[in-house]
């Protein structure tokens, strides 16, 4: 999955090339030559830069044009309105999901499970910063009642659940009920149960990444904390023993937001 800026992650590059290339078309429906498509990618590229510093609601046709050093005129030539190019990234992000689905599908042999569930771990991590911004406006539409970008969120999601119920149930599976339904996996019999949960935490972590980071949670342990809840869950074992690290989580110690509120409400004396 390459990242839409100028210089991709490689976790992110090795997943596979741009979204939708083979269907790319101009809104009078000719297909595009190299240069087109480039521009067309710059386009989306400049969408993106200023869907994370910008509202979406304020974003117009003239600041993508101008931030991808080309006319309102040429954008209409690949997008009817600012939403459609927004939908266009929104689609991308359930093909790339795809392609996130074929990892959750590799190895999970004794031999290989650990280094499997970091790369899946890894990899989602690297597929929610590469459309973060994009997600966050498909959030901010679903709770306003966009049904198609709320359909968008549940396929992306989806396709990793669905890949990932699918390898748990052969990695663990239970002579109890119709095969391929339940699993004996530690974290539930129901394999969609488990696979949902586990996504879900995957999608919080990843939205909450920065988060983490201010109260002193290194993101290579939260990546390693996730790994070690998939390793146990797909397949039943214990992860190796953690490598000691020298750069340990550190508290936050400064100021807790709203704490000076919540201290003049109950009457407290601040420290």
Request: no cysteine; glycine share 10%; aromatic share 6%.
């Amino acid at each position: 999955m390459p990242s839409r800026r100028s210089r991709p992650d490689a976790a992110i590059v090795a997943l596979g090339a741009y979204p939708g290339e083979a269907t790319v078309a101009t809104t009078d429906g000719r297909v595009p030559g190299e240069r087109g498509r480039l521009t067309r990618q710059r386009l989306l590229d400049a969408t993106v830069e200023l869907l994370s510093t910008t509202s979406w609601r304020s974003v117009k046709v003239t600041d993508i044009a101008r931030q991808a050093r080309t006319s309102p005129a040429t954008f209409y030539q690949y997008f009817g309105n600012v939403e459609q190019a927004i939908r266009v990234l929104a689609e991308g992000m359930v093909e790339q999901a795809g392609q996130l689905a074929e990892l959750v599908g590799g190895d999970w042999s004794d031999g290989a499970s650990w280094d499997t569930a970091r790369a899946v771990t890894e990899g989602f991590l690297s597929y929610w910063e590469d459309n973060r911004a994009v997600f966050r406006v498909v959030d901010l539409a679903t709770e306003e009642g966009d049904a198609e970008l709320r359909g968008i969120r549940v396929r992306a999601l989806n396709a990793v659940t669905v890949a990932l119920a699918q390898v748990i149930v052969a990695a663990s599976p239970s002579g109890a009920g119709t095969p391929g339904t339940t699993t004996s996996s530690p974290a539930g019999a129901d394999p969609m149960a488990v696979a949902g949960t586990l996504v879900a935490m995957f999608a919080s972590v990843s939205a909450h990444r920065y988060g983490f980071e201010f109260w002193g949670i290194r993101t290579g342990h939260l990546i390693d904390t996730q790994a070690r809840m998939l390793h146990w869950a797909v397949t039943g074992r214990a992860a190796a023993e953690p490598t000691p690290s020298r750069e340990a989580s550190r508290p936050r110690t400064g100021p807790v937001l709203g704490g000076a509120t919540a201290r003049r409400r109950s009457g407290a004396t601040p420290p």
